[in-house]
Structure formats: C-alpha cells, structure tokens
C-alpha cells in the first residue's frame, strides 16, 4: 500500500441534488484528505477526451449530455490506497448493480446518472488529474 492521489467529479445530477456534502463527508469518513476542489462547468471537448474510452459505444454521447449538463465538483483525493478505496466506495458503475451502502448504491438512479466519477487506475488518475488541472 502507498498514499495515492485520485481524480473524482460530483457529476452534474448530484450537485443539482444537493449531494455535493454527502459525497464529500463519505471521502472524509474514510480518512481521505481533500487535496483540491473545484466547481466548474465541463465543456463537451473535454468530456469527449474525458471519456474516450467509451467513444463508438451507443451510450457515449448521452454520457456527454450528462455530464455537461450543469456545474460539477472535481477534485482530488488522496490517501492510503486511495484509487482503490474511492473506487470500493463508488460501488458498480451501474447504479441497479451497485451494492447498498455504496455511494452509487445509495444515491444512484439509473445509467448514465450515477452521482460521482474516480479514477480506476494509477494511469487513469494520473493522466485525469493532468487532463483537468493542466497547469499542475
Ligand atoms: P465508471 O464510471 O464506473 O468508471 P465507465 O468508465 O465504464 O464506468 O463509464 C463511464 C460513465 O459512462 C459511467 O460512469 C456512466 O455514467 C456512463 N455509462 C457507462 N455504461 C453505460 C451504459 N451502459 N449506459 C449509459 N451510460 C453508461
């Protein structure tokens, strides 16, 4: 185990739902130290390079849709094992499939609208946090 960074966004939905303290205080409860923290607006360029992984899927530009949908809170975490940790925290990216308990278990509703992103890899969190702070 090491102290690790990752990347996180309270995604539009969540943040309209007044959900952005109760994220925040899950990632607290478990010891993770909040590192940065902003409100902004994604622009469609960035999320399509935000999420080009998904790109030719036929969800991919209603995944666009949503997350630019309104203001997010991005930010990042950092912690023992964190990328990890956030990840369990999440639960299942599908909201139905996510364990109670989970964040996205407990306030998800249904595909793409699952409350909060984080990064699912040393490499993710490494190359988002470059993506969304370029200025370092
Ligand atoms: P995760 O966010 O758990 O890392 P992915 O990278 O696979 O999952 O997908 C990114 C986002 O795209 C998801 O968080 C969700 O908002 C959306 N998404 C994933 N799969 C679907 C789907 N089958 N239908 C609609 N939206 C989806």
């Known amino acids: 185990m090491a102290i690790e960074q990752t990347f996180i966004i309270i995604k539009p939905e969540a943040v309209q739902r007044g959900l952005v303290g109760t994220v925040l205080t899950r990632f607290e409860n ?14 469609r360029d960035l ?9 030719g899927k036929p ?5 666009l ?3 630019t949908a309104g203001p997010v809170v991005l930010g990042v975490l950092e912690g023992e094992n964190a990328i990890e940790l956030v ?7 599908d909201p139905m499939k996510a364990a109670p308990g989970t ?3 407990d306030y998800g509703t249904v595909l793409p609208y699952n ?5 699912d890899s040393p ?10 702070f370029p200025e370092g």
């Open 30 to 43: 478990r010891g993770l130290a909040i590192k940065r923290l902003e409100v902004r607006q994604i622009g």
């Open 47 to 55: 999320a399509r390079v935000h999420y080009a992984h998904l790109r």
């Open 59 to 63: 969800f991919f530009e209603g995944v």
């Open 65 to 67: 849709d949503s997350i």
């Open 87 to 93: 990840r369990q925290l999440l639960g299942a990216t």
């Open 103 to 105: 964040i996205r278990g």
């Open 115 to 119: 409350v909060v992103h984080a990064s």
């Open 123 to 132: 490499e993710s969190a490494a190359r988002e946090i470059g993506l969304f």
